[in-house]
């Protein structure tokens, strides 16, 4: 083979090589959380420009397996009095921070089969999360504890809506008069319909498969200690978004 080829193959598999390693770097540094969508995104704010599938080989190649989001299943739509109606009616867009509010809680199980239970905001223009608590109860005090939070750290003008569930949490007498008090628009999906808040579903969804479903949690100091790493150190400034044209909501919001 002339030298020129040879020079040739050998620069190609020197960068693939390189290349190579700044996919397991990535993928790796955050436990096999990005599948290569999201690798590739990462690259290219590296300066590394590659195709999807280009992308994809490499990591078949390196037997790099994302971390698998379990779709949810279908639900049964039930019915209760419903308090405050659907102003958001599935619009799941904001011009500007701090317009648009969603909530909602969810469970998680202890190492030793305890149940605990989150609740957290987030904000519909960039999809950070205003505010997460964590607790044994699910309380409206939870609730209105993660409000009260999310109010003092990012200041709302009146007016803002926030939109949950129908939960008794949020349709008590305390979290109700607490919205109205601070001139807070509630908003609820219909009965049964968790479809009228995919923000929150799709990111607890993520938080538990990405995440804490890979850890035993001993007690709510841990489950605090593993979400807040998950919001403020990844999901904030590493995890891309569909919804944000590929933006992190870090980057969404400081643009």
Same mark, same amino acid.
């Given at each position: 083979m002339?030298?020129?080829?040879?020079?040739?193959k050998?620069?190609?598999?020197?960068?693939?090589?390189?290349?190579?390693?700044?996919?397991?770097?990535?993928f790796h540094s955050?436990?096999?959380?990005?599948?290569y969508?999201?690798?590739k995104?990462s690259l290219?704010?590296?300066?590394? *420009? $590659?195709?999807?599938?280009t992308?994809?080989?490499?990591?078949k190649a $390196?037997?790099?397996?994302?971390?698998?989001?379990?779709?949810?299943?279908?639900?049964?739509?039930g019915?209760?009095?419903?308090?405050?109606?659907?102003?958001l009616n599935?619009?799941?867009?904001? @011009?500007?921070?701090?317009?648009?509010?969603? !909530?909602?809680f969810?469970?998680?199980h202890?190492?030793?089969?305890?149940?605990?239970?989150?609740?957290?905001?987030l904000d519909?223009?960039d999809?950070?999360?205003?505010?997460?608590?964590?607790?044994?109860?699910?309380t409206?005090?939870?609730?209105?504890e !993660?409000?009260?939070e999310?109010?003092?750290?990012?200041?709302?003008?009146?007016?803002?809506?926030?939109? +949950?569930?129908q939960?008794s949490?949020?349709? +008590?007498?305390? %979290?109700? !008069?607490f919205c109205? %008090?601070?001139?807070?628009?509630q908003?609820?999906?219909?009965?049964?319909?968790?479809?009228?808040?995919? @923000?929150m579903?799709? %990111?607890?969804g993520?938080?538990?498969s990405?995440?804490?479903?890979? &850890?035993?949690i001993?007690?709510?100091y *841990?489950?605090?200690?593993?979400? *807040?790493? &998950?919001? %403020?150190r990844?999901?904030?400034?590493?995890? @891309?978004?569909?919804s $944000?044209?590929r933006?992190?909501p870090?980057?969404?919001?400081?643009?």
């Amino acid at each position: 083979m002339p030298n020129y080829l040879k020079c040739r193959k050998s620069a190609y598999n020197e960068k693939k090589q390189c290349v190579q390693n700044q996919i397991k770097e990535i993928f790796h540094s955050e436990n096999g959380k990005m599948g290569y969508r999201m690798i590739k995104l990462s690259l290219e704010k590296q300066g590394t *420009n $590659l195709s999807l599938l280009t992308v994809h080989k490499y990591m078949k190649a $390196l037997n790099l397996k994302s971390i698998s989001f379990r779709k949810r299943p279908n639900y049964v739509k039930g019915t209760s009095h419903k308090v405050f109606k659907n102003l958001l009616n599935r619009d799941f867009t904001a @011009p500007k921070k701090n317009l648009k509010w969603c !909530t909602d809680f969810t469970y998680i199980h202890s190492s030793n089969g305890k149940m605990m239970y989150n609740c957290c905001i987030l904000d519909l223009h960039d999809r950070s999360v205003m505010a997460s608590r964590s607790s044994t109860n699910i309380t409206a005090d939870l609730a209105i504890e !993660t409000l009260t939070e999310a109010i003092q750290t990012h200041k709302p003008t009146a007016g803002l809506m926030l939109h +949950s569930d129908q939960g008794s949490q949020y349709t +008590s007498k305390a %979290f109700t !008069t607490f919205c109205r %008090f601070n001139k807070i628009q509630q908003s609820m999906s219909r009965a049964g319909c968790p479809y009228d808040n995919v @923000p929150m579903e799709s %990111f607890y969804g993520k938080l538990k498969s990405e995440h804490l479903n890979h &850890y035993n949690i001993k007690n709510i100091y *841990n489950l605090n200690e593993l979400t *807040n790493d &998950y919001i %403020f150190r990844y999901y904030h400034h590493k995890r @891309p978004h569909s919804s $944000l044209g590929r933006l992190t909501p870090f980057e969404k919001r400081y643009l």
